[in-house]
Nanobody, 119 residues
Framework: QVQLVESGGGLVQPGGSLRLSCAASGLIFRMYRMGWYRQAPGKQRELVAEITSGSVTNYVDSVKGRFTISRDNAKNTVYLQMNSLKPEDTAVYYC?????????????WGQGTQVTVSS
C-alpha cells in the first residue's frame, strides 16, 4: 500500500521559514516524479514545485527564489524548503507522486499539511 505522509506545516510569521517533508512508502520512490501542490480556501489546487526522477526541478513563478524542492532517494523523502513566506502562501500543501508505465499514469497523494502565514 502506497503512503505519502507530509509533515512540517504550521503557523509562521511573514518572512519566516518552514520545511515540509513527505515520506513515501510502498513505491519505488526514485522512479517517481514528486511534486508539492497547494490549495487555498476557495481556490483550485496548484502546482508549487516538482522534481523529476532525474532531479530536474520546476517552480511556479510566485515561489521562485523563495522555495526549494529536493529529494533524498535513500530516505524516500521529498522536501520543500520555504523561505520569505508571505500571507498568500497560506494553504494546505499536498505531496504528489506520479509516473507513467506503458502509457498508464500512476498518481498518489498525501493527506496534506496546513501552512498558515500570519502575524
Amino acid at each position: 500500500q502506497v503512503q505519502l505522509v507530509e509533515s512540517g506545516g504550521g503557523l509562521v510569521q511573514p518572512g519566516g521559514s518552514l520545511r515540509l517533508s513527505c515520506a513515501a512508502s510502498g513505491l519505488i520512490f526514485r522512479m517517481y516524479r514528486m511534486g508539492w501542490y497547494r490549495q487555498a480556501p476557495g481556490k483550485q489546487r496548484e502546482l508549487v514545485a516538482e522534481i523529476t526522477s532525474g532531479s530536474v526541478t520546476n517552480y511556479v513563478d510566485s515561489v521562485k527564489g523563495r522555495f526549494t524542492i529536493s529529494r533524498d532517494n535513500a530516505k524516500n523523502t521529498v522536501y520543500l524548503q520555504m523561505n520569505s513566506l508571505k500571507p498568500e502562501d497560506t494553504a494546505v500543501y499536498y505531496c504528489n507522486a506520479d509516473r507513467t508505465i506503458a502509457g498508464i499514469g500512476i498518481n498518489y497523494w498525501g493527506q496534506g499539511t496546513q501552512v498558515t502565514v500570519s502575524s
